[in-house]
């Protein structure tokens, strides 16, 4: 039998927290220090990368909807989170390159916003192009990662054998294994889990 494994995103508890407050400058200094402090742990280097991303994400979201913005908040600037994103991201290519956890996350969060990148090469359909060259890498290197063969069908837009694999991952985890920050939420969601657990979170 196979031994089957699945990339993750391990958070501290704190962030859920942070996130609940919506102190996302707060959370963005947390796992951007935790992983200066560490900077070869791979755990901190994608906890630290997805949560950036994410803030990215939020901040592109209240530029475009700004009613949908809590008053009181006050967002991060995004050139200082691309800076510290670019930062987490470049260490990851030099040194995280033959990791699937890496390729899998990484290569999803370049291909779907390259714009969040292009500020270190300023090439958009480079940035593209190497976040789907990084989803297809990831299984290369841990076929039996589900997650990396989940990742690897996206890039292919087979979206049959796509469902198939998120099946299998929501089969082996539950949501509560999988963790409730916002941005394992989203994850959760990318990866359909919401289809196996629809009643798993509350849409933030």
Known sequence: ????EISRISFDPIIAKF????EWSAAARFVYDKWIHDPTNLCA???AGTQMWYTLLIIDEAK???????PSVELPRSDD??????????YGLDHFSACACFNAFFGYMIKVMPYFFINYHGD???WYDKGIEMMKSAYQLAPQ???????YYEAMEDDTEYQNVCGQIWRALTPGEWGNSLVQQYFFRILNGDQ??????ELP
């Open 124 to 126: 958009y359909n480079g």
């Open 1 to 4: 039998m196979i031994f089957l």
């Open 81 to 90: 989170i691309m800076v510290w994103l670019m930062e987490v991201t470049q």
């Open 64 to 70: 475009s909807n700004p009613f949908l913005q809590t």
């Open 196 to 201: 196996f657990y629809p009643d798993a979170y």
């Open 19 to 22: 996130e609940s407050r919506e």
């Open 45 to 47: 280097l994608v906890a």
């Open 145 to 151: 990662d589900l997650l990396a063969k989940a990742m």
